[in-house]
């Protein structure tokens, strides 16, 4: 019979980043020492799941329809940066040295693992295209083949057509790596330094 303790290590170590022994100290901590900050977290996650949605224009999170990026009139709206998940649009940020717009796409092109054109906001990135007045746009995605899949067939499909002036990504990020995974400096100059594709 599983008892709730260990119940609790098995949900904790579903999290990124958390192991066994992980899951373990976090579990005794949460049950004996900090039984006001289990108290704070429960009450925190309930309410973030409560109000947290889908920015219904670019995917980031947010309270509102809009996050508050795509409301910020001080940014650049004829920048598009194109990432792959909500993590790398953070890590973007964190550079401090792009003022534009974003659309995250939720994954990235794996027919191994089943996920096609159809899979991702393609077709609403299409329409945004149509749309708004963007003329740069910067793929960020990592540097590994299912990204680079990805990337040409953004630029095949749906870039080339449209004539969109369209950049990429990559100085000084390691094969294989994520956006999410390099660090504030290397970011700053992979955008600085992205190249016309």
């Known amino acids: 019979m599983i008892s709730s303790f260990d119940t609790l290590k098995k949900i904790l170590r579903r999290l990124p980043g958390i192991g066994y022994r992980s899951s373990e100290r976090m579990a005794l901590f949460l049950l004996l020492e900090g039984k006001e900050y289990a108290q704070e977290l429960l009450k925190s996650l309930s309410n973030a799941l409560d109000t947290v949605k889908i920015c219904s224009l670019c995917g980031n999170i947010s309270e509102t329809e809009f996050c508050s990026l795509c409301v910020d009139a001080t940014r650049d709206a004829s920048l598009l940066c194109i990432v792959e998940a909500i993590p790398d649009l953070h890590a973007i940020e964190r550079t401090g040295n792009f003022r534009g717009r974003y659309q995250i796409l939720n994954g990235k092109l794996s027919p191994i693992r089943g996920i096609f054109p159809q899979h991702l906001p393609l077709e609403h990135l299409r329409e945004r295209l149509h749309r708004e007045a963007i003329q740069e746009v910067i793929l960020a ?49 992979a955008i600085l330094s992205r190249k016309k594709i």
């Open 141 to 189: 995605l990592g540097n590994d083949i299912e990204s680079e899949v990805t990337c040409q067939y953004i630029l095949k499909e749906i870039l080339q057509p449209l004539g969109k002036n369209t950049t990429r990504i990559g100085f000084g990020l390691p094969s294989g790596g994520g956006i999410s995974m390099a660090d504030v400096d290397t970011l700053h100059t």
